[in-house]
C-alpha cells in the first residue's frame, strides 16, 4: 500500500458568525498518498482553496487534524510552521506572485535565500531549474517580460527548488491557453513527480484532467471521490 | 549581507522611480533642517562673541543683563568689593560699548569698543599685525579683522579716523575667534581711554573679570557677588543665558523650531507616503513570502533595512548638499553665519531617524496584517 504523504482528518473550517456564516469545509478527510498527482475539482466557492490551505499549513482549521510526512503541522509553533512549509512544501499561486523588480533567477532563489544558503549558490541552482522549466537563458530577465506561461514555469522552478516532498499548485493553467496549460501539468507530471513526492493540483481545468492519477471532487464544503469518466462527461 | 536583506536592498533600488522620489525627499528634509539649525548656531554663536573672545572664566554683571549686547554698567566700589572676595585671584574691570566713527574719506560706521584693563589687558586678542603694547600709544586702538573689517575700508597699521571727535589712529590687527552678530566691526582699546573717548553714565565698568584661585572657589565667589545683588556667571553660563535670550525671547528660535518641524514633516510626508505606496505595491509579494515561509520577524527586517537604507542615504546626501552650500555661500557672503555643528548634525539625524520609523511603522502594520491565505484565494 502507498505510502500517505498528506493525511487530513475531520477538518472543519466555517467563516462569519451567525446568519452570515459560511461553513466553506465540512468534515472533511483526505489522503494523498507519495508518488501520487492528485486533482481536487468542484465549482467555485466549494471550498477548494479553504481546504487545500488548511492541508499545506496556511489557514489554521476549526477543528480536525492535518498529518503532513507524519509531522502534526497545526501543533507546531508558528515559526516551526513556517519552516516546515520552507523546507516541505512548494506553492504555485494561481497568479504566480512574482517580484517584478528581481530578476527570474532570484525570484526562483527565494526558498533557498529564506532557508539562509549562500546567495551565489542559491543564485547558481536557481538557474540550474530554470534550465529543466526550459527557460535557459532567461534567468537574468525580469519575470515581467516573459509571457504567461513562462511566468508560470518560473512560479514552478521556485516552487520547486527546494525539492519540497509536497507541491500544491493552484489553478495553475487558468489563465493560460488550452497547449500551454497542458504542456505545464505534463512537465510537471514527467519532470517533477517522484515516488517520493506528491502533487496536489486544484483545478477546473478539464483539459488536463488526463495527467491525474486520482481526482477528488468537492461540493458544497465535502469532498466525494469522483471517477474520471463522470467528470470528463460534465 | 543576510539573503534577504539583500532582496530587500534589491527591491528598493530597483524600484527607480520610488527610490528617487524617498530620497529626494528625506534629503530635502535633512537639507532644510541642517541649514535652519545651522543658521540658528551660527546667530548664537555670534551672539556670545564677546564672552567667548575675552574668555574669562567668570563674569560679574547686572542681574538685568540678557545679552552681551545690552549693557548695564556697574558702579567702581564693586571692582574692590570683588578684589576682596576670598578665592578670587585676580578680577579687572571691561569696558563694551558701541561708538561712531568717521573714517577718513568721511563716511561713518558705527563699530563697537572693548576697552580692556590698562595694567593687565587681560581678554586681549590675537595680533597678526602690530605688536599688542602699541595699545598703549596715543590714540591707539587695534582692529578686528573679521567678516566686518571691510566696513572700516580695510585700513593699515597708521591709518586714522575720528570717534566722538577724538583722533584715533589704528595701531595693530587683530584676530578672533568669533565674529560678532550685529554686523559691525570690533575695535579693541585700554579700559580708560575707551571711558575717555565714549561719554559715559556715573557708573563705568560694563563687566567685571574675574579669575578665581582655583574651580572649587567659583561656587563661593558667586555666593558673594549676588550677596551685593550683582550676579556672576562662568563662561559656559553667560553662554547658556545669552543663548536662552536668543532662542526664548526674541523670535528667532521659535521661528526656527517651526522651520525646523516643517522641514520635518514635508520629508516625512513625501518619503512616508512613497514608502507606503512601495509597500502597498509588493503587499501580495510579501504575502506569498510568508506563504513560502519567510517569518513575520524576517518580513520587519526587510522593510526597516529598507527605511533604513534609504534614511541613511539621504541623510548622507542631505549633509553633504548643506555643507556644500554653506561653504559657496561662505565665499561670497562673509557675514554667512550658519555653523554645522555635531548637535545640528544629531538634531537632523534624530529627526531622519523618526521620518524611517514613522514610515516603516505603517509598512511594517501591513506585513504583519498579510495573511498567506488571502494571497492563495487570489
Ligand atoms: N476569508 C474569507 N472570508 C469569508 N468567506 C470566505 C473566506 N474565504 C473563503 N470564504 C468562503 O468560503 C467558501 C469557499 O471558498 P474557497 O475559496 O475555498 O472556494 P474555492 O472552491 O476555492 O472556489 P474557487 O474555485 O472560486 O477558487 C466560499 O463561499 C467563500 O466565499
Ligand atoms: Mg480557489
Same mark, same amino acid.
Given at each position: 500500500m502507498a505510502?500517505?504523504?498528506?493525511?487530513?482528518?475531520g477538518?472543519?473550517?466555517?467563516?462569519?458568525q451567525?446568519?452570515?456564516?459560511?461553513?466553506?469545509?465540512?468534515?472533511?478527510?483526505?489522503?494523498?498518498?507519495?508518488?501520487e498527482?492528485?486533482?481536487?475539482?468542484?465549482p467555485?466557492?466549494?471550498?477548494k482553496?479553504?481546504?487545500?490551505?488548511?492541508?499545506?499549513?496556511?489557514?489554521?482549521?476549526?477543528?480536525?487534524?492535518?498529518k503532513?510526512?507524519?509531522?502534526?503541522?497545526?501543533?507546531?509553533?508558528s515559526?516551526d510552521?513556517?519552516?516546515?512549509?520552507?523546507?516541505?512544501?512548494?506553492?504555485?499561486?494561481?497568479?504566480?506572485?512574482?517580484?517584478?523588480?528581481?530578476?527570474?533567477a532570484?525570484?526562483?532563489?527565494?526558498?533557498?535565500?529564506?532557508?539562509?544558503?549562500?546567495w551565489?549558490?542559491?543564485?547558481?541552482?536557481?538557474?540550474?531549474d530554470?534550465?529543466?522549466?526550459?527557460?535557459?537563458?532567461?534567468?537574468?530577465?525580469?519575470?515581467v517580460?516573459?509571457s504567461?506561461?513562462?511566468?508560470?514555469?518560473?512560479?514552478i522552478?521556485?516552487?520547486?527548488?527546494?525539492?519540497?516532498?509536497?507541491l500544491?499548485?493552484?489553478?495553475?493553467?487558468?489563465s493560460?491557453?488550452?497547449?500551454?496549460?497542458?504542456?505545464i501539468v505534463?512537465?510537471?507530471?514527467t519532470?517533477?513527480?517522484?515516488?517520493?513526492?506528491?502533487?496536489v493540483?486544484?483545478?477546473?481545468?478539464?483539459?488536463?484532467?488526463?495527467?491525474?492519477?486520482?481526482?477528488?471532487?468537492?461540493?458544497d464544503?465535502?469532498?466525494?471521490?469522483?471517477?474520471?469518466?463522470?467528470?470528463n462527461a460534465? | 549581507?543576510?539573503?534577504?536583506?539583500?532582496?530587500?536592498?534589491?527591491l528598493?533600488?530597483?524600484?527607480?522611480?520610488?527610490y528617487?522620489?524617498?530620497?529626494?525627499?528625506?534629503?530635502?528634509?535633512?537639507?532644510?533642517?541642517?541649514?535652519?539649525?545651522s543658521?540658528?548656531?551660527?546667530i548664537l554663536?555670534r551672539?556670545?562673541?564677546?564672552?567667548?573672545?575675552?574668555?574669562?572664566?567668570?563674569?560679574?554683571?547686572?542681574?538685568?543683563?540678557?545679552t552681551?549686547?545690552?549693557?548695564?554698567?556697574?558702579? @567702581?566700589?564693586m571692582?574692590?568689593?570683588?578684589?576682596?572676595?576670598?578665592?578670587?585671584?585676580?578680577?579687572?574691570?571691561?569696558?563694551?560699548?558701541?561708538?561712531?566713527?568717521?573714517l577718513h574719506?568721511?563716511?561713518?560706521?558705527?563699530a563697537?569698543?572693548?576697552?580692556?584693563?590698562?595694567?593687565?589687558?587681560?581678554g586681549?586678542?590675537?595680533?597678526?599685525?602690530?605688536k599688542?603694547?602699541d595699545?598703549?600709544?596715543?590714540?591707539a586702538?587695534?582692529?578686528?579683522?573679521?567678516?566686518?573689517?571691510y566696513?572700516?575700508?580695510?585700513?593699515?597699521?597708521?591709518?586714522e579716523?575720528?570717534? /566722538?571727535?577724538?583722533?584715533?589712529v589704528?595701531?595693530?590687527?587683530?584676530?578672533?575667534?568669533? @565674529?560678532?552678530?550685529f554686523?559691525?566691526?570690533?575695535?579693541?582699546?585700554?579700559? /580708560?581711554?575707551?571711558?575717555q573717548?565714549?561719554?559715559?553714565?556715573?557708573?563705568?565698568?560694563?563687566?567685571?573679570?574675574?579669575?578665581?584661585?582655583t574651580?572649587?572657589?567659583?561656587?563661593?565667589?558667586?555666593?558673594?557677588?549676588?550677596?551685593?545683588?550683582?550676579?556672576?556667571?562662568?563662561?559656559?553660563?553667560?553662554?547658556?543665558?545669552?543663548?536662552?535670550?536668543?532662542t526664548?525671547?526674541?523670535?528667532?528660535?521659535t521661528?526656527?523650531?517651526?522651520?525646523t518641524?516643517?522641514?520635518?514633516?514635508i520629508?516625512?510626508s513625501? @518619503?512616508?507616503?512613497?514608502?507606503?505606496?512601495?509597500?502597498?505595491?509588493?503587499i501580495?509579494?510579501f504575502?506569498?513570502?510568508?506563504?513560502?515561509g519567510?517569518?513575520s520577524r524576517?518580513?520587519?527586517?526587510?522593510i526597516?533595512?529598507?527605511?533604513?537604507?534609504?534614511?541613511?542615504?539621504?541623510?548622507?546626501?542631505?549633509v553633504?548638499?548643506?555643507?556644500?552650500?554653506?561653504?559657496?555661500?561662505?565665499?561670497y557672503?562673509?557675514?554667512y553665519?550658519?555653523?554645522?555643528?555635531?548637535? /545640528?548634525? @544629531?538634531?537632523?539625524f534624530?529627526?531622519?531617524?523618526?521620518?524611517?520609523?514613522?514610515?516603516s511603522y505603517?509598512?511594517?502594520?501591513?506585513?504583519?496584517?498579510?495573511?498567506p491565505?488571502?494571497?492563495?484565494?487570489?
Open positions: 505510502k500517505a504523504a498528506i493525511q487530513a482528518v477538518i472543519n473550517k466555517s467563516f462569519g451567525g446568519q452570515a456564516m459560511t461553513k466553506a469545509v465540512q468534515n472533511v478527510t483526505f489522503t494523498a498518498n507519495f508518488g498527482m492528485l486533482y481536487v475539482v468542484g467555485s466557492g466549494s471550498g482553496t479553504t481546504m487545500l490551505s488548511m492541508i499545506s499549513g496556511i489557514l489554521r482549521p476549526d477543528s480536525g487534524t492535518v503532513l510526512l507524519d509531522t502534526d503541522i497545526w501543533s507546531l509553533s515559526d510552521l513556517a519552516d516546515f512549509r520552507l523546507h516541505k512544501i512548494g506553492f504555485v499561486f494561481q497568479d504566480y506572485h512574482l517580484f517584478p523588480r528581481l530578476t527570474t532570484e525570484n526562483v532563489a527565494i526558498p533557498l535565500i529564506l532557508q539562509k544558503r549562500d551565489d549558490e542559491a543564485i547558481a541552482e536557481a538557474k540550474k530554470l534550465e529543466i522549466v526550459g527557460l535557459k537563458g532567461r534567468a537574468d530577465m525580469p519575470p517580460s516573459l504567461g506561461g513562462e511566468q508560470q514555469r518560473v512560479a522552478a521556485r516552487a520547486i527548488i527546494s525539492r519540497p516532498d509536497i500544491i499548485l493552484d489553478e495553475p493553467t487558468a493560460l491557453d488550452g497547449d500551454t496549460g497542458r504542456n505534463s512537465f510537471v507530471r519532470k517533477i513527480l517522484t515516488d517520493k513526492s506528491c502533487i493540483i486544484i483545478t477546473h481545468d478539464s483539459r488536463i484532467y488526463e495527467f491525474a492519477d486520482r481526482i477528488v471532487k468537492m461540493e464544503g465535502k469532498v466525494t471521490d469522483a471517477d474520471m469518466e463522470n467528470l460534465q | 549581507m543576510p539573503g534577504i536583506l539583500r532582496i530587500a536592498y534589491k528598493l533600488i530597483n524600484d527607480r522611480a520610488k528617487a522620489a524617498l530620497l529626494v525627499g528625506i534629503t530635502f528634509a535633512v537639507f532644510l533642517m541642517i541649514e535652519m539649525t543658521l540658528f548656531s551660527g554663536s551672539s556670545s562673541a564677546t564672552v567667548i573672545n575675552i574668555g574669562a572664566s567668570i563674569w560679574v554683571m547686572d542681574p538685568a543683563i540678557q552681551v549686547a545690552n549693557s548695564i554698567p556697574l558702579p @567702581s566700589f571692582l574692590d568689593e570683588v578684589r576682596s572676595i576670598p578665592g578670587v585671584k585676580y578680577a579687572v574691570p571691561l569696558y563694551s560699548g558701541s561708538a561712531l566713527l568717521k574719506d568721511g563716511t561713518y560706521q558705527a563697537n569698543v572693548i576697552g580692556l584693563d590698562d595694567t593687565s589687558l587681560f586681549r586678542p590675537e595680533l597678526i599685525n602690530g599688542i603694547e595699545i598703549f600709544a596715543e590714540n586702538f587695534i582692529a578686528v579683522q573679521d567678516s566686518e573689517f566696513k572700516l575700508h580695510n585700513p593699515k597699521i597708521g591709518d579716523f575720528e570717534l /566722538n571727535e577724538h583722533r584715533g589704528f595701531v595693530g590687527l587683530a584676530h578672533v575667534a568669533s @565674529s560678532g552678530l554686523g559691525i566691526p570690533t575695535l579693541y582699546t585700554t579700559y /580708560n581711554r575707551s571711558l573717548y565714549i561719554p559715559n553714565t556715573r557708573f563705568t565698568i560694563t563687566y567685571l573679570l574675574v579669575e578665581p584661585k574651580p572649587e572657589d567659583v561656587a563661593a565667589i558667586k555666593k558673594a557677588v549676588t550677596a551685593d545683588g550683582y550676579l556672576a556667571l562662568t563662561h559656559d553660563e553667560f553662554i547658556a543665558k545669552i543663548t536662552d535670550f536668543y526664548y525671547h526674541t523670535g528667532i528660535g521661528n526656527m523650531m517651526i522651520m518641524l516643517i522641514s520635518f514633516i520629508g516625512l513625501i @518619503s512616508g507616503q512613497t514608502f507606503y505606496t512601495f509597500i502597498l505595491e509588493n501580495e509579494k504575502g506569498a513570502l510568508k506563504a513560502i519567510a517569518k524576517e518580513l520587519v527586517m526587510m526597516l533595512f529598507q527605511a533604513s537604507f534609504v534614511a541613511l542615504t539621504g541623510y548622507g546626501i542631505g553633504g548638499l548643506c555643507s556644500g552650500m554653506i561653504w559657496m555661500a561662505r565665499l557672503l562673509p557675514d553665519a550658519a555653523i554645522i555643528t555635531p548637535m /545640528n548634525l @544629531s538634531v537632523a534624530i529627526m531622519v531617524v523618526l521620518i524611517a520609523v514613522l514610515s505603517v509598512g511594517v502594520r501591513k506585513v504583519l496584517k498579510i495573511e491565505f488571502d494571497i492563495f484565494r487570489g
